[in-house]
C-alpha cells in the first residue's frame, strides 16, 4: 500500500475528485494549504495576478491506494491537475505501513 500526496492548484480539484471517484478510489482527504516551489511565491500568478505573498494557495490531496492502483492513480491525477505552466505542483509517494477502518477492524487492503 502506498500513501498519496498530490499538492495541486485550487481551481483544478473538481477535475482530480472526479477522475479519481471514476478510478474508483476508496476516498480521499483534501486540505487547504499554501506553500512554494522552485519559481518562489512572488513570481507566481494565481488567479491571474503575480501572487505578492510568499507563499501560494494550494490544495493538498491525500489518499490510500493498492500496489496495484499506484501508477494509475498517480497518472490520473497528472493528467487531471496539470496546466503545463509552473505552479501545477507535485506528487509525493510514501509507503503505508498499516490502515484500519475503525468501524469494523479490517486493516490494510480491506480497509482502504
Ligand atoms: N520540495 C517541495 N517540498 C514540499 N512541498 C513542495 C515542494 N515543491 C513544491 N511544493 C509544494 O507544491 C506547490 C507547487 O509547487 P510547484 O508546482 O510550483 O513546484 P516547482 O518545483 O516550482 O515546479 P514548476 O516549475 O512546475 O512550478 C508549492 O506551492 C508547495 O506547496
Ligand atoms: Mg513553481
Not at 493538498?60 to 499506484?70: G, H, R, T
Not at 487531471?80 to 509517494?93: A, C, L
Amino acid at each position: 500500500m502506498y500513501w498519496l500526496t498530490a499538492i495541486v492548484r485550487p481551481f483544478k480539484l473538481s477535475d482530480v475528485y472526479e477522475r479519481l471517484l471514476s478510478d474508483g478510489v476508496g476516498g480521499m482527504t483534501v486540505t487547504e494549504v499554501k506553500g512554494f516551489g522552485n519559481q518562489r511565491a512572488d513570481t507566481e500568478i494565481y488567479r491571474g495576478n503575480a501572487y505578492t505573498s510568499r507563499f501560494v494557495p494550494k490544495v493538498k490531496i491525500e489518499l490510500a491506494v493498492s500496489e496495484k492502483d499506484l501508477e494509475r492513480v498517480v497518472e490520473s491525477i497528472v493528467e487531471s491537475s496539470q496546466t503545463g505552466s509552473p505552479g501545477d505542483g507535485k506528487i509525493f509517494v510514501y509507503k503505508l505501513e498499516q490502515a484500519l477502518r475503525i468501524r469494523t477492524g479490517e486493516v490494510d487492503l480491506e480497509a482502504i
